[in-house]
């Protein structure tokens, strides 16, 4: 689950990172207003969940499409400007009324930056934030690093928009240190960034206690993710995180219930809710027009590749996990023929605690309850594998048959191809 930046930078601050004072609005009058409580001089800031916001430009929603393409196409249309007349999702004002301009100029606009898509995202609100007069931006950044299996403090001395091109072109410049998940977070730690990055004296203190802080953060919240984009040293030689970027692992949700308030329900994909509502947990939406039922996250993985080879798109992933019930079939079948790109269907079952015969069961439920009307390939292996064919023989619906993985795919993107 993704934060907006508001949502994540109270958390850092709660966990004793220094942020600056600021508050969220949905009108331009409340920018305003909470633009004079912070002396005028403030930042306005797109809350949307994507990045690039900087560099990002304010459209109407029929002219998402085609600026996406002029972002992702020609470099010099994607330059920052937070101030001046390119209109982008971050703009610096002096005064409560150019706060209140700024806020009526993104508010109820689609953003678009590289990072949104060619939909772009609706900005129903925006964060006025206290203006940082910034002598140098860096990068910092915790992970769940799932090769080491331990978090990772990532850090550089060349933060701010450019972060992605460093990372590209000169990834030296990013400073990487393991934390062990045991011992914590050692104030070595701290201290060895604050030092690669160059830090010294009064700013190291500061910068160690943020880089402990953002650990905490990653900790406390289960995130995968917690990054500060840039973290500034400041004119007056403070260090205080600009921007704020958090996700949270939806596998630890359960144990968030705090948290669960702060889900944007507007800014995730409507089918992965959708499928959520199910209790089809492990559903991501894909672009492709083949929809995939399969048992198992790794079979899952090798069934999109199946297909691509087979000259075919995934329309989605889709592990049903091992359920002997045939209602979270139909469940996952309803949630894929909901999308209306989807234009075959593949049900590849590997039969192990699960069984082919329930599952084949539940493809037939589906069938009779939903009137599928697109054409189905199923592909069943394994325990009770007998069973399952006899039920799909005796259905006398049109599923058709394929033994092995390849032939399965080839039938499902012959399918989709002559159902296009
Ligand atoms: P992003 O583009 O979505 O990552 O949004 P950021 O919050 O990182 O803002 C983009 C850029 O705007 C930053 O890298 C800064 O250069 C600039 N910026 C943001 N807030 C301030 C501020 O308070 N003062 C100044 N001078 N620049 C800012
Ligand atoms: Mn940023």
Do not use: W
């Amino acid at each position: 689950m993704k934060l907006h930046e508001y949502q994540a930078r109270d958390l850092l601050a709660q966990n004793g990172v220094a942020v600056t004072g600021g508050r969220v609005a949905s009108t331009p009058a409340e920018a305003k207003a909470i633009a004079a409580e912070l002396g005028g001089k403030v930042v306005v800031k797109a809350q949307i969940h994507a990045g690039g916001r900087g560099k990002g430009r304010l459209v109407a929603q029929s002219e998402t499409a085609h600026m996406f393409h002029k972002l992702t196409t020609d470099p010099a249309n994607n330059s920052g400007q937070v101030k001046g007349d390119r209109v982008g999702g971050v703009r610096l004002a002096d005064t409560p009324e150019e706060a209140e301009q700024a806020a009526a100029a993104i508010l109820g606009r689609h953003l678009v930056s590289i990072q949104t898509g060619p939909e772009g995202k609706l900005v129903k609100n925006v964060l006025v934030a206290e203006q940082t007069d910034i002598a140098k931006e860096y990068y910092l950044a915790a992970i769940i690093d799932g090769m080491q299996g331990s978090p990772l403090i990532m850090a550089s001395a060349e933060g701010g928009q450019e972060i992605e091109v460093v990372a590209h072109t000169n990834p030296d410049a990013i400073v990487r240190v393991p934390v062990n998940p045991s011992a914590g977070f050692e104030p070595y730690v701290g201290r060895l960034l604050a030092a690669q990055l160059g830090f010294t004296g009064e700013q190291a203190d500061q910068f160690a206690k943020i880089a402990l802080g953002l650990y905490n953060t990653l900790v406390a919240t289960d995130a995968s993710l917690v990054e500060i984009n840039p973290l500034a040293l400041t004119t007056d030689g403070r260090v205080v995180a600009v921007d704020a970027k958090l996700t949270i692992d939806d596998n630890a949700l359960f144990r968030h219930k705090d948290l669960e308030a702060l889900r944007d329900k507007d800014e995730e994909d409507p089918l992965e809710i959708k499928a959520q509502e199910l209790g089809v947990a492990n559903f991501i939406k894909l672009d492709g027009n083949i929809g995939c039922v399969v048992n198992g996250a790794g079979l899952a993985m090798a069934t999109m590749d199946t297909i691509k080879l087979a000259g075919g798109e995934p329309a989605n992933f889709l592990d049903i996990g091992t359920v002997n019930d045939p209602q979270r079939v139909v469940s996952a079948l309803q949630v894929i023929l909901e999308d209306p790109s989807v234009k075959a269907i593949l049900v590849n079952i590997f039969g192990g605690m699960a069984r082919v015969d329930i599952i084949a069961q539940g493809v037939i439920d589906a069938h009779r309850q939903l009137k599928i009307d697109v054409p189905v390939v199923m592909r069943l292996i394994g325990t009770n594998l007998a069973e399952g064919e006899k039920l799909v023989e005796e259905s006398g619906l049109p599923l058709i048959r394929a033994s092995g993985l390849f032939e399965a795919a080839k039938k499902a993107v012959e399918a989709a191809g002559s159902a296009a």
